[in-house]
């Protein structure tokens, strides 16, 4: 890279001299744009648009600063041109990387949902933790085999887990005693059956029949969860009940997009982030407040006000981050970029998913939300018994919970403001929550982007164009009243 430093230095020179000798020729137009110099290592053309430079010698880092102020100047651009064997500049010796990348990242650690947890002596993943296609077309594979890590096969003949199919007989119970493998292999005894009869079966009938073949499992126990869990784990995945799921065809739909089976991480999946970001510049706690997109350039300002400057930016944040605006964009994102932030849902809290397959989720459908949730809360006690009781909220409640605050504090902020218009908007009472917006303004609390489009949303749905209009005006008149105060 010192090379290339010395190489447009010494370019640059003459390009300023030539400039000015242009400048002195009264038909020649003006202005003289910058003169083009072409280079074939894009770390070098990064590095100059950096204030410093912590290069070997003082001649280099003077002849960086000289680049950097003939660039800021006008008087020179530097344009990267392909060159297999390095003719573009003679002097270049070219680097293994093309690009230089800068990693912001806010939290203390990498990964993001990747993160592997050693406070147990041991290694726990407690994000992604498999390989889904353990084969050479998924580019992790070859990775992991070049680092040597060990997987654990989750499928297949070699398998060290139970799997759905029953194939494989390391199953264990909720004190962790390994269940026998006799019972997984009785409670799997569905393929004799399948290859006993010449017409297909529904897979219940063909647990039937192994129920009548080993009467133990009928009762009570360890053998009967067995049975329970495969059969719950199989309508779970067919979203269907076990009486009408082909014994015969149920497993030859693949789900397997890339063959090789699955494998799950000995040691977690921490040494292939390490692997992956260990020739990238990274820093950590680094919360980016603010984002400028300019012409050519992008920069990007963190919380402690230093900014950082660089050609593209790949922006990763979550989508609650987006949908709180805690990050600035200027100029604005686009509004339709905007309405699409908006209308995507991010509850900002730990959710359980409960899973109900075939009739039971019908049923469930054709229940109220409160006795949904009773339902809910059964099967939740008693997995967590302590379990505090879930409080539903309707239109009633909310009304109670708004007037106690503005009675008795803590008064309703912008975020509280912002959850009731989005609820009265969801329940289809929009102008209420038109009502809010008011309140907010004369309260002076600013609604944001947010609030106008999720009412104007609801009110155009529930046919209140005139409402809508009325908002439209509202939010005009807040943005000129802005305007003149600035």
């Known amino acids: 890279m010192e090379s290339e430093f010395i190489v447009v230095s010494s370019a640059g020179e003459e ?60 008087i020179i651009s530097l344009q990267y041109v392909t060159s297999k064997l390095n003719l573009a500049d003679p002097l270049s010796k070219g680097l ?111 647990i039937s029949i192994v129920l009548d073949r080993h009467p133990e499992l009928r009762q009570e126990g360890l053998s009967h969860e067995v049975l329970q869990w495969y059969i719950c784990r199989m309508e779970a995945r067919f979203t269907a009940n076990a009486d009408t799921i082909s014994l015969e065809t149920w497993d030859q739909a693949s789900e397997q997009i890339l063959t090789g089976g699955h494998g799950l991480m000995v040691q977690g999946y921490h040494p292939v982030i390490k692997s992956l970001f260990k020739d990238i510049d990274i820093r950590l706690n680094h919360r980016v407040k603010r984002i400028m997109n300019g012409y050519n350039k992008v920069m990007v300002t963190v919380e402690d006000g230093r900014n950082f400057t660089a050609d593209a930016a790949i ?33 900002g809290h730990q959710v359980l998913v409960y899973m109900a397959a075939g009739r039971l989720a019908c049923d469930l459908k054709k229940l109220s939300d409160e006795s949904a949730v009773e339902f809910a809360m059964l099967q939740l006690k008693k997995m967590f018994p302590d379990a505090t009781k879930p409080v539903l909220l309707h239109k009633k409640g909310m009304h109670v919970l708004f007037h106690q605050m503005r009675k008795n504090g803590p008064y309703p902020d912008f975020k509280a403001y912002s959850m009731f218009i989005s609820c009265l908007c969801r329940i289809g009472n929009s102008e209420e929550a038109l009502q809010l917006v008011s309140e907010m303004l004369d309260v002076g609390i600013v609604p944001s982007i947010v609030n106008y489009n999720t009412l104007f949303y609801g009110l155009n749905i529930e046919g209140k164009q005139d409402l809508a209009k009325t908002l439209l005006h509202m939010k005009l008149d807040v943005k000129r009243r802005r305007k003149l105060l600035t």
Request: aromatic fraction near 6%.
């Open 315 to 347: 922006i990763t944040v979550p989508l609650g981050v987006l949908k709180a605006n805690l990050i600035e964009f200027e100029p604005k994102l686009l509004e339709w970029k905007q309405s699409a932030i908006a209308d995507l849902g991010a509850t």
């Open 96 to 206: 293994d990387k093309e690009l230089m990348v800068l990693l912001l990242e806010s939290r203390d650690r990498l990964g993001d949902r990747i993160h592997t947890d050693y406070s147990f002596g041991c290694p726990v993943d407690m994000g992604a933790s498999w390989l889904h296609g353990v084969c050479d077309e998924n580019p992790l594979a070859p990775l992991i085999r070049r680092l040597g890590l060990t997987m654990y096969r989750t499928s297949g003949d070699n398998s060290v887990l139970y799997d759905h199919d029953l194939e494989s007989f390391m199953l264990f119970d909720m004190d962790g005693h390994q269940v026998p493998q006799n019972t997984v292999v009785q409670v799997g005894d569905t393929e004799k059956v399948r290859n006993e009869h010449s017409h297909d079966l529904s897979v219940l009938q063909a």
């Open 15 to 74: 390009a300023d001299w030539l400039r000015s000798k242009l400048i002195d020729i009264p038909l020649w137009g003006k202005p003289i744009p910058p003169l083009t110099i072409y280079c074939d290592n894009k770390t070098a053309i990064f590095r100059t648009s950096s204030d410093c430079y912590n290069g070997k010698s003082r001649q280099v880092r003077l002849k960086h600063n000289h680049v950097r102020i003939l660039l800021e100047d006008g």
